[in-house]
């Protein structure tokens, strides 16, 4: 091994424990107290992502995906850092069923991180500017450029956007749909620009990709689809489970009809601008 250049030193790569791991790391920077790293739902290593791995069931995927506790495999951390190549995880998941079809819709979501990965490959530029124009009636202009303090602190006022927001910071994960919902409101509700959220979500995520994340949210904004991406309560309470709040009087922002939400949003769609 070559000596460590003068003035610098090597710094120690094992430890007892991850807490000391982590208090270490955390006194590189100056941070006081000791990092929350319980809270984090997720074992670093190999070891700990093949047993990611081995715990994954394809078919039950298919039907309960979209549900907060359906059967998401929480295996991006592990892809995002290249702990598990796609590839292998394709494999496993074809080897776990019968028939390749029962794999179909789990693969076609590797398949969109791939093909995140292309564009981003392709295009290392554009991964940070509007690839179309918003087709809300609003100009990009119209979007603030800053994230506010009630959202980074999950004080906005809607209870169930405030919980998804608590767990984001708490564990560094969030379920795909949560997501969606998080970045719509985001952005269609406060009117606040992509880029400032997706900054944000980079700074919590395990799996923070710029390719992954920046593209979702486009989609979502409607700069890298057809029309703005928008939910309601109904569909939170669908999809969401008894452990997210969905009264009401407690998120009275979401509680309107699609027809209803779309004319508040978006007023201007289907007028001079739409
Ligand atoms: C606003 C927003 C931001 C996002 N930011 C990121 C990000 O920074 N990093 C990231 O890896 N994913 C991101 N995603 C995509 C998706 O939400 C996560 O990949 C997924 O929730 C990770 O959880 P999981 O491993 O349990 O996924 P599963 O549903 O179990 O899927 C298995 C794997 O497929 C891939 N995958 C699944 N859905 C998507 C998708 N829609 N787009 C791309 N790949 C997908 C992931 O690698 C995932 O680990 C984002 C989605 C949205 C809507």
Known sequence: MSAPMKGYTLL???FDSALDMACFVAGLSGVDSAPAIDAAP???GRAAAEAALAGIDPRSYAASRNHLDGAVTRLSPY???GILSLDEVRNHALACVGNAKEAEKFIQELAWRDYWQR????YPDRIWIDIENYKTGFDAEDYDDALPDDIKGGETGVACIDQFIVILSDTGYLHNHARMYLAAYIIHWRRIKWQAGARWFLQQLLDGDP?????SWQWIASTFSNKPYIFNLENVA???G???NTIPRHNLALDQSYER???LLFPHIGGPYG
Not at 211 to 215: E, G, T
């Open 12 to 14: 120690p790569k094992t």
């Open 42 to 44: 997720f074992a670093g």
């Open 79 to 81: 892809i995002r850092h």
């Open 119 to 122: 564009i981003y490959l392709a």
């Open 211 to 215: 390719a992954s994340n920046n593209l």
């Open 238 to 240: 669908k999809y969401c």
């Open 242 to 244: 008894p452990d997210i």
């Open 261 to 263: 939400l779309t004319a």
